[in-house]
């Protein structure tokens, strides 16, 4: 069965802290790893890696997937309290239903002022 | 409009009601996606659309659940008979086509059966 791993499943920090978040993955035909944001309801796209090795990064976040491994980490430094959300991981799996996104529980992120 | 938009934002229903909910998908996306968050769960797959091609509803839980896309836009999802089990937030979310691009999400829907 397919499975996508995150941890921590919660990590509270104070702001300018650097955290980082793992998401360690199971699935057949991986196709990418993606990462949103979710705040109150909408998740909110942030990468998609498909590639292994390379990172992207946008201001202070930055991720890197490694497809040897299995697992995919998002580093977020110099944290801010507006950082406070819910990080989930999703692969996305060629075959099946095409682009459907197979994800992990989340890790819930508290940045302390 | 500019992103995915549902409604309603909140629906509170009885136990054995039908309930329906709404999702606009952004304009030119011809994929649309439907997933369920229930407390403490990562999102749950439930029903993909792709331009006129049959949806794949492999994710759906029961024969409960329907879903439809009219004109290849607006999408409902119907829930008969609901249980307490289907409290929840549902999620829309729509992509460029091809299935392989990245997905972006609705504000939700939630579901709360009494």
């Known amino acids: 069965e397919d499975k996508v791993v995150q941890s921590p499943l919660s990590l509270v920090v104070h702001e300018g802290d650097t955290v980082t978040l793992n998401c360690s993955y199971e699935?057949?035909?991986?196709?990418?790893l993606l990462w949103y944001k979710q705040e109150k309801k909408a998740p909110t796209f942030l990468f998609m890696l498909t590639s292994s090795g390379i990172e992207k990064k946008s201001g202070r976040l930055s991720s890197i997937l490694d497809k040897k491994e299995l697992f995919s980490i998002l580093n977020i430094t110099a944290t801010q309290t507006g950082d406070s959300a819910i990080y989930l991981c999703a692969t996305m799996n060629y075959g099946g239903s095409q682009g459907n996104l197979i994800f992990g529980k989340g890790t819930k992120l508290s940045v302390k002022p | 409009g500019a992103g995915v938009s549902q409604s309603p934002s909140n629906k509170v229903t009885e136990k054995g009601k039908d309930v329906e909910l709404r999702c606009d998908p952004i304009?030119?996306?011809?994929?649309l996606y439907w997933y369920r968050q229930s407390l403490g769960q990562g999102l749950e797959f439930l029903i993909y659309f792709q331009g006129n091609s049959a949806p794949d509803k492999s994710g759906l839980p029961s024969d409960r659940f329907s879903a439809e896309r009219t004109g290849g836009s607006v999408s409902t999802l119907t829930i008969q008979r609901t249980q307490q089990e289907d409290s929840a937030v549902y999620l829309c979310?729509?992509?460029?086509?091809?299935?392989?691009?990245?997905?972006?999400f609705g504000p939700g829907t939630r579901l709360t059966v009494l």
């Open positions: 979310a729509s992509s460029l086509a091809g299935g392989y691009n990245e997905q972006f």
């Open positions: 699935v057949t035909n991986f196709r990418s």
């Open positions: 304009s030119g996306h011809t994929a």
